[in-house]
């Protein structure tokens, strides 16, 4: 099992509606939380963080996190086309940073 | 202007041909990182470190090198690079102290190609 896990998508949703970006992890001992978006040819950045279970919400973004069942969710309210990118989630592990794959979204006028 | 700087952005090289891609950062930040990025494979960390003179190996450190002897500055050293190195790097800061060591800012990367 892969330490950080996320469908690769394409994820496609129409503008306007909610993207649903969702990551598992391996370590039951995860207390830090990311999410940075890259898009195409540019490099990452950082978006969301979180740290306890439950929601965090930053503008449009909301972060949601379950410890119990060991994942950790990003919703897009209000997609636009400018939201279209790769999202990665990023665990740490000692002082590591173990990235997932990503996600990519694509977002359609 | 707050950012991470890697030189050179682009670089055509040949097979064992020693090379160093610098990586400086004006944040006064305590944490630096190399990562690559490959099709597939995702973003994987090389090297970190959490301060001067203190460096500790990511997940794939086979065939460079780093040093931290400034706290602006962590080149990333390929004594003899091989074809299996090409790939997209990108080096990375951040604040030290809990978890802001996570939350990173990223160079611009350097695509780099060995032949």
């Known amino acids: 099992q892969k330490e950080v896990e996320q469908n690769s998508g394409p994820l496609s949703v129409p503008e306007g509606a909610i993207a649903s970006l969702n990551c598992t992890y391996s370590d039951r001992g995860s207390q830090s939380f990311f999410w940075y978006r890259q898009y195409s040819g540019k490099s990452p950045e950082l978006i969301m963080s979180?740290?306890?279970?439950g929601d965090k919400e930053d503008g449009r973004f909301t972060a949601q996190l379950n410890k119990a069942s060991q994942y950790v969710s990003l919703l897009i309210r209000d997609s636009q086309p400018s939201d279209s990118a790769t999202y990665l989630c990023a665990v740490p592990q000692g002082g590591k940073l173990i990235f997932g794959q990503g996600t990519e979204l694509s977002v359609k006028p | 202007e707050a950012q991470v700087t890697q030189n050179p952005r682009y670089l055509i090289t040949v097979t064992g041909k020693k090379l160093t891609v610098t990586c400086s950062q004006n944040m006064n930040h305590e944490y630096m990182s190399w990562y690559r990025q490959d099709p597939g494979l995702g973003l994987r960390q090389i090297y970190y470190?959490?301060?001067?003179?203190?460096?500790d190996k990511g997940d794939v450190p086979e065939g460079y090198k780093v040093s931290r002897k400034e706290k602006r500055n962590f080149p990333l050293i390929l004594e003899s690079p091989s074809p299996n190195q090409t790939s997209l790097y990108f080096c990375?800061?951040?604040?030290?102290?809990?978890?802001?060591?996570?939350?990173?800012?990223f160079g611009p990367g350097t695509r780099l190609t060995v032949t």
């Open positions: 990375a800061s951040s604040l030290a102290g809990g978890a802001s060591v996570y939350e990173q800012y």
């Open positions: 979180i740290y306890s279970n």
């Open positions: 470190s959490m301060n001067v003179e203190v460096t």
